[in-house]
DNA sequence: TATGAATGAGTTTTCATTCAT
DNA sequence: CATGAATGAAAACTCATTCAT
């Protein structure tokens, strides 16, 4: 690592250390208050700096959504090689093993994730911070689309229309980090398996098969 | 109606009405701006009360969001026999039309949905509210559990955990409120579409028609 | 007066007592410190109101010195009809009444006018001030432009350009607020006969007379 | 130059243009923005130095109102000798003479001077400042003092009270640096012979005049 | 029931100044 | 001498809630 960094300035490493400082603060307190009830004080002080100190590496308190993203987004892309290489070239074992891992970034950082995932929805309609996001969730959208995009084209992945099917399997993911008490107690592994068993097609028992009725779950 | 409301006191006649009428104003106020952007002098304004009236109806701000809850699964109970009755004994049919009516009720109240999804979460771990809030969503949870466990039985429903099933059925009518600019464009029938080809296992191509490499979406 | 308030809503009456409240209280505190050093909280405080409820009669701080302006050129203007009628229609005379009359309402809000005069250069360049700042001194400055006017078509005052005359004429009355620790102790009687005798050019012994060696002091 | 500054510590030379560096990014600065808005870092910017250093140079912020009376009175003080060489001794031409250059000196750091104007009347009040803002400022009061009380003696200027006399004739001066927007436009020439003809006394009428209805600007 | 002026705690943000390097 | 990251106090402003009318 240290070889790595021998290109960037002391500044910019400094300030990058800085970042994942306020960022994994930022985690800590939005498990416990909504991000209009943490105040840039308690983020702060959460990140062991002073208050003034934030704005040193964030222009303001809407920053650390971005923030957020691009962190979140960043995990999830460092293993996306390794992902493909595991999978054997088959799209839906792609996908399927993409999506367990994009559970378990959100399930890292469930609560920043809720509030990225409502709070960015504001900041989009903002000129100012729009192209930001957009960046930062790109890399994570383009992932997607590109192993629905070659599963249709192997033709093992079925969908109308590209852009509903991104965003459900975002649903799909986000699922598990939006639940409230109703979810309480359900292992993460399990919704995986529920997910899985859907997009696999075990959900509804085929129309034919129906007369025959088997009722085993999940042949 | 005037035979309707003989039944109830004048005065919850007049408490119903102007809870309505603060309802369909955070709607509105809702699709310009977040739960906190919005002042509670600007949601009385919308309303057409004055700011200090709103506190005749309800007990805080936050209590707004328990309002939005009863609203909309309000409408969404209301339709649940006809739905039931249209579906011919089907639990598939019954869910597919289900989900198609939450969306569509979500569709009507779209921006005060997320803001309750997202608060809620938050509205949930105050113990004064927690009741209210389970209280008010707990129609909704019932009438798509019900579903699920009657398919179950019939064996035309496959799934692990009722209420992973349940969550997830639910994240994917949410699905259609939670896009920012990602689906722009879509078409909400496209939406449903897609969501009801995934339930019915059209998703995935079966593993042995894999090698055919039959690339026909949703046969 | 009742009868005066009689056409005005209670609303309007009460913001222009709780207006003049504030200016008042700006007054007072201006004398002790700076338009920076002074806080809101300290005026409002001064005021006799709570901090927040300076903002329900002004849009922002910076709104004080339009108060400011339109406090002080409101007590000018009222006077100007009596001072007309004093001055026998001879413009010297009207000028150095009117002048005596500005130097006096300055004096009473010194402090205030300091203010006023210096943070105004900055609120004309701000376009949402602009506007407000000329409206509000307009009035004063068609006063001093119509008598320096009146007094050259009777050819009993002298001038090149407009212009420069009224800001020359602001300038000299200005002054008697702009003393520092300089003119401590000087009455201002003296300061208004020392700024008359100027204007009515017994200022510069005349050329002629140099050489007679005349030092009386304003023959 | 090498030579002049043989006498004095390399110290002091250095300390000596670090200030005149700080002077002129002042003037440029607050040819922008208000004293209170130019913050240390943006002044520090400027003059080509880092935020910190301005200290060594500076005991506080402060202390460039001190830094900015000594800079510009030095500039006037240096052109007094031969102002009085030109003024072939009559004190009334050495004052319009004097008034021209303080004028000229004040044009050209007009903003700072503005901002000194104002803030010094501040900076006055407290003690640690009093003093060094009358020494930085005395050799000019001292100047125009010392003008009037010869053009006095010698019978050629007229005035009642000297520290008022000084004070108006700043005033004068002043002017041209503190119009807004009400004499945008105007060249300092018109403004510098407008002010000479009033002191030459030719602003009114003479009483004994007014009935020839000469009404001629400026005999 | 209805109003909306009043409150003051709490928010985000800025910035003069310090000091380890 | 020079730096600029760090500090934390203080500022302007907002707003949920109350209450006299």
Same mark, same amino acid.
């Given at each position: &690592?240290?070889?790595?960094?021998?290109?960037? @300035?002391?500044? !910019?490493?400094?300030?990058? %250390?800085?970042?994942? !400082?306020?960022?994994?603060? #930022?985690?800590?307190?939005?498990?416990?208050? @909504?991000? /209009?009830e943490?105040?840039?004080?308690?983020?702060?002080?959460?990140?062991?700096? #002073?208050?003034? %100190?934030?704005?040193?590496?964030? /222009?303001s308190?809407?920053?650390i959504?971005?923030?957020? #993203?691009?962190? &979140?987004?960043?995990?999830?892309v460092?293993?996306?090689?390794?992902?493909?290489?595991? @999978?054997?070239?088959?799209?839906?074992?792609?996908?399927?093993?993409?999506? @367990?891992?994009?559970?378990?970034?959100i399930?890292?950082?469930?609560?920043?994730?809720?509030?990225?995932?409502?709070?960015?929805r504001?900041?989009?309609?903002?000129?100012?911070?729009? !192209?930001?996001?957009?960046?930062? %969730?790109?890399?994570y959208?383009?992932?997607?689309?590109?192993?629905?995009?070659?599963?249709?084209?192997?033709?093992?992945i /079925?969908?109308?229309?590209?852009?509903?099917?991104?965003?459900?399997?975002? &649903?799909?993911?986000?699922?598990?980090?939006? /639940?409230?008490? %109703?979810?309480?107690?359900?292992?993460?592994?399990?919704?995986?398996?529920?997910?899985?068993?859907?997009?696999?097609?075990?959900?509804?028992?085929?129309?034919?098969?129906?007369?025959?009725?088997n009722g085993?779950?999940?042949?």
């Amino acid at each position: &690592m240290a070889e790595a960094l021998r290109n960037q @300035s002391p500044d !910019q490493t400094l300030a990058e %250390s800085r970042r994942r !400082q306020i960022f994994l603060a #930022a985690c800590r307190v939005l498990a416990r208050k @909504s991000f /209009h009830e943490a105040s840039v004080k308690e983020l702060a002080l959460e990140a062991g700096i #002073a208050t003034g %100190s934030i704005y040193l590496y964030l /222009h303001s308190k809407d920053e650390i959504l971005v923030l957020i #993203a691009e962190s &979140m987004v960043g995990e999830l892309v460092e293993q996306l090689p390794a992902i493909r290489a595991r @999978s054997g070239g088959d799209p839906r074992r792609e996908l399927i093993e993409m999506m @367990s891992t994009i559970i378990d970034v959100i399930d890292r950082y469930r609560d920043a994730f809720n509030v990225l995932h409502h709070e960015g929805r504001y900041l989009e309609r903002r000129t100012e911070y729009k !192209q930001a996001i957009v960046r930062a %969730s790109d890399p994570y959208r383009s992932a997607v689309a590109d192993v629905l995009r070659r599963g249709r084209q192997a033709g093992v992945i /079925h969908f109308f229309d590209a852009l509903s099917a991104v965003h459900i399997i975002h &649903m799909l993911c986000a699922g598990w980090a939006m /639940h409230g008490l %109703s979810l309480r107690g359900i292992e993460k592994e399990t919704y995986k398996r529920e997910v899985t068993a859907i997009l696999e097609g075990r959900f509804f028992a085929p129309a034919s098969r129906n007369r025959n009725g088997n009722g085993a779950a999940h042949r």
